[in-house]
């Protein structure tokens, strides 16, 4: 910690820290767009659009919920 150089803590693989840092990097976008998608959602008035814009909010809401739940213990 006194050592001001920054280091990657995932087994100090650079392609695991760069890929994490992209993927958080295009979540905060994702919930971005998502924030002003649903501040103007009254103001849309396709209805397949909504739909469409209401069904993928939610799939990118629970995938990573669904990938994170354990499998059957191992015996």
Do not use: M, Y
């Given at each position: 910690t006194?050592?001001?150089?920054?280091h990657?803590?995932?087994?100090?693989?650079?392609e695991?820290c760069?890929f994490?840092?992209?993927?958080?990097?295009?979540?905060f976008?994702?919930?971005?767009?998502f924030?002003?998608?649903?501040?103007?959602?009254?103001?849309?008035?396709?209805?397949?659009?909504?739909?469409?814009?209401?069904?993928l909010?939610?799939?990118?809401?629970?995938?990573?919920?669904?990938?994170?739940?354990?499998?059957?213990?191992k015996?």
């Amino acid at each position: 910690t006194d050592n001001p150089q920054l280091h990657c803590v995932l087994n100090s693989n650079k392609e695991a820290c760069s890929f994490a840092v992209g993927a958080g990097f295009l979540a905060f976008l994702s919930c971005l767009v998502f924030l002003v998608l649903d501040a103007h959602d009254s103001r849309i008035a396709n209805s397949r659009f909504k739909t469409a814009f209401q069904l993928l909010d939610f799939i990118l809401a629970d995938i990573p919920g669904l990938l994170g739940i354990p499998g059957p213990p191992k015996r």
